[in-house]
Nanobody, 123 residues
Framework: QVQLVESGGGSVQAGGSLRLSCAAS????????IGWFRQAPGKEREFVAT????????YYGDSVKGRFTISKDNTKNTVYLQMNSLKSEDTADYYCGATKAAWSMHRYDYKFWGQGTRVTVSS
């Protein structure tokens, strides 16, 4: 069992930055990949980025490459999503999830999810 708690969402103007945090707890965290997804109203949950807890394997969705950075702090059991050059289309609820796969871009591979944190980008 893994518990995930997101934080750091808020409202920002286009071009601004936010850093989201995903605090994880539970057993065998090192065996999980942690992914960030987002879901805008009326849309499917979209892959944003993923990182494997035990290594530096990292992947990004095409829409955020070059603007977002995923990282982790093993001492704090926390995964971060640094979001720069935000656009109005980044507005969504952001969720972190845990998968037993080393990494995955598919939401159905993620077994555990946090409650989400809302990001609103105004133009």
């Amino acid at each position: 069992q893994v518990q995930l708690v997101e934080s750091g969402g808020g409202s920002v103007q286009a071009g601004g930055s936010l850093r989201l945090s995903c605090a994880a707890s539970g057993r065998a965290l090192s065996t999980y990949g942690i992914g960030w997804f987002r879901q805008a109203p009326g849309k499917e949950r979209e892959f944003v980025a993923t990182i494997y807890w035990s290594s530096d394997i990292i992947y990004y969705g095409d829409s955020v490459k070059g603007r977002f950075t995923i990282s982790k702090d093993n001492t704090k059991n926390t995964v971060y999503l640094q979001m720069n050059s935000l656009k109005s289309e980044d507005t969504a609820d952001y969720y972190c999830g845990a998968t037993k796969a080393a990494w995955s871009m598919h939401r159905y591979d993620y077994k555990f999810w946090g409650q989400g944190t809302r990001v609103t980008v105004s133009s």
